[in-house]
């Protein structure tokens, strides 16, 4: 897990929360400022159902948004916290859903609890940079075992569970190594993604895959630079 990850999973689960019931994002080294918010809100795609995006944008500052469903043509719910040196600040629920015209409307959930004008503006640039984000390939993965698993390996056991965080990052020249393996028979979460074909791409809905016997690998999601460096 990332550090702000890892910091979040635990704020998460003290709330009586169960962290494995989303998926981590961490997209503090992808915010684009300059993001195109309604062409990304009209035409992204998030890889999975329920995530919890999160990401410092400078000293003090971060955000924790929980985003349920995949895409506006659906409609996304998206909530969570602003937070500054540890305090949280809550952000009501609010729906992206696109119209009838093709246009996206946004607005509360509920209709006694709205969320402020400024609120739905940070949200519909952090969800902007989200689907952007998350349009690039993954190219790396860093593997973090839990230390029950060391002494299991010792024993010639299975491993009961691992941690990877799953670095998504521009892509590279063919020629070079990128990293990673899905040969992993253990039971994971596949993302949901574009695939490229003749006829242009195709989107392919997040998965469990893998023997859940062999033991299980949990992914956070990380970036490891800003779009627009």
């Known amino acids: 897990m990332t550090p702000l990850v890892r910091e979040m999973v635990k704020w998460w689960a003290k709330g009586g929360n169960d962290p494995t019931d989303l998926q981590w994002f961490d997209i503090s080294n992808a915010l684009n400022y300059e993001v195109d918010v309604p062409a990304w809100l009209l035409n992204g795609r998030s890889p999975f159902h329920?995530?919890?995006?999160?990401?410092?944008?400078k000293e003090g500052w971060e955000f924790a948004l929980v985003a349920v469903g995949n895409n506006t043509q659906d409609g996304i719910i998206v909530g969570g916290s602003k937070i500054y040196q540890q305090s949280h600040q809550r952000i009501p629920s609010m729906t992206f859903i696109t119209n009838?015209?093709?246009?996206?409307?946004?607005?509360?959930?509920?209709?006694?609890d709205p969320p402020t004008e400024e609120d739905l503006s940070i949200v519909s640039h952090l969800l902007a940079n989200f689907f952007e984000s998350v349009s690039q390939p993954s190219t790396s993965y860093k593997p973090v075992p839990h230390r029950a698993n060391v002494s299991r390996a010792k024993r010639g056991l299975l491993p009961l569970y691992e941690l990877v965080t799953v670095y998504i990052e521009p892509v590279k020249q063919k020629n070079?190594?990128?990293?990673?393996t899905h040969a992993s028979p253990r039971q994971h979460d596949r993302r949901g993604h574009f695939r490229r074909t003749k006829n242009g791409p195709v989107w392919v809905k997040s998965c469990i895959v893998g023997d859940p016997a062999r033991g299980a690998i949990f992914h956070d999601y990380a970036f490891r630079e800003k779009l627009n460096d």
């Open 50 to 57: 329920r995530c919890m995006i999160m990401g410092r944008v």
């Open 100 to 112: 009838d015209e093709g246009l996206i409307c946004r607005g509360p959930t509920e209709d006694d």
């Open 176 to 180: 070079e190594s990128h990293g990673g």
